[in-house]
């Protein structure tokens, strides 16, 4: 069938790794080589969490396109994307980097996966494209936390704002315990390449999605 502009963007070629377009900048996205998989399953879409990156995905990539296309992609600012002009972020907008993702990669319909704070990602995706989806994973995702009072957030705030590095370590390391050695050097490393700047307004994006607004 004749493909309509409004549809996709221009898919990846058989090539190796590289970026696509985005609404905001240049999106780096792991589309394998060989069309980033084989076999006729319906394909899947993977999103990282905050301070993470497209590499944490590896072993689920190389297990998925066993059978099937299977990508990953760095949001805006995170990894190899370029950040939201001004500083700007929401997970609206994140949510509009998988968008980008799925219609450059020539993704119809698929399967979208969202790992910590992409679940939220996923979650605004779903209610914005709910025809898109032929399934959503949560992995040990976010939950709906924009009623948080103001005052139970002092606490994490003062942490980012007064002592990001040992605060945001800290947190990572309760996080990672139990953890092989390096899986946890590579979520640290991931997290220590993060923008501080990024971590925190992704962090504060968090608290303001209202998730009841979401409607698949």
């Given at each position: 069938p004749t493909r309509r502009s409004s549809d996709l963007r221009e898919p990846v070629r058989a090539a190796a790794p590289g970026f696509l377009g985005g609404p905001h900048g240049r999106l780096r996205v792991d589309a394998g080589v060989d069309r980033?998989?084989?076999?006729?399953?319906?394909?899947?879409?993977?999103?990282?969490g905050n301070g993470g990156n497209r590499t944490q995905w590896a072993?689920?990539?190389?297990?998925?396109?066993?059978?099937?296309?299977?990508?990953?992609?760095?949001?805006?600012?995170?990894g190899e994307s370029e950040a939201v002009p001004g500083g700007r972020?929401?997970?609206?907008?994140f949510a509009e980097d998988v968008a980008a993702a799925a219609d450059g990669l020539g993704f119809r319909r698929f399967i979208l996966v969202?790992?910590?704070?992409?679940?939220?990602?996923?979650?605004?995706?779903?209610?914005?494209?709910p025809d898109r989806l032929a399934g959503?994973?949560?992995a040990d995702s976010a939950g709906d936390l924009h009623?948080?009072?103001?005052?139970?957030?002092?606490?994490?705030?003062?942490?980012?704002?007064?002592?990001y590095e040992r605060f945001t370590e800290k947190w990572f390391e309760g996080?990672?315990?139990g953890a092989r050695?390096?899986?946890?050097?590579?979520?640290?490393?991931?997290?220590?390449r993060t923008p501080p700047a990024v971590f925190i307004a992704a962090t504060e994006a968090l608290y303001r999605f209202d998730l009841d607004a979401r409607k698949v």
């Amino acid at each position: 069938p004749t493909r309509r502009s409004s549809d996709l963007r221009e898919p990846v070629r058989a090539a190796a790794p590289g970026f696509l377009g985005g609404p905001h900048g240049r999106l780096r996205v792991d589309a394998g080589v060989d069309r980033g998989g084989r076999g006729d399953a319906v394909p899947v879409l993977l999103v990282h969490g905050n301070g993470g990156n497209r590499t944490q995905w590896a072993e689920t990539l190389r297990h998925l396109r066993t059978i099937r296309r299977a990508a990953a992609l760095d949001l805006s600012g995170f990894g190899e994307s370029e950040a939201v002009p001004g500083g700007r972020v929401s997970v609206e907008e994140f949510a509009e980097d998988v968008a980008a993702a799925a219609d450059g990669l020539g993704f119809r319909r698929f399967i979208l996966v969202g790992h910590s704070y992409g679940g939220a990602v996923v979650a605004a995706y779903a209610g914005m494209h709910p025809d898109r989806l032929a399934g959503l994973v949560f992995a040990d995702s976010a939950g709906d936390l924009h009623r948080t009072p103001d005052a139970s957030l002092e606490p994490l705030r003062r942490g980012l704002r007064d002592d990001y590095e040992r605060f945001t370590e800290k947190w990572f390391e309760g996080i990672l315990a139990g953890a092989r050695p390096e899986t946890r050097d590579a979520v640290l490393a991931s997290l220590h390449r993060t923008p501080p700047a990024v971590f925190i307004a992704a962090t504060e994006a968090l608290y303001r999605f209202d998730l009841d607004a979401r409607k698949v």
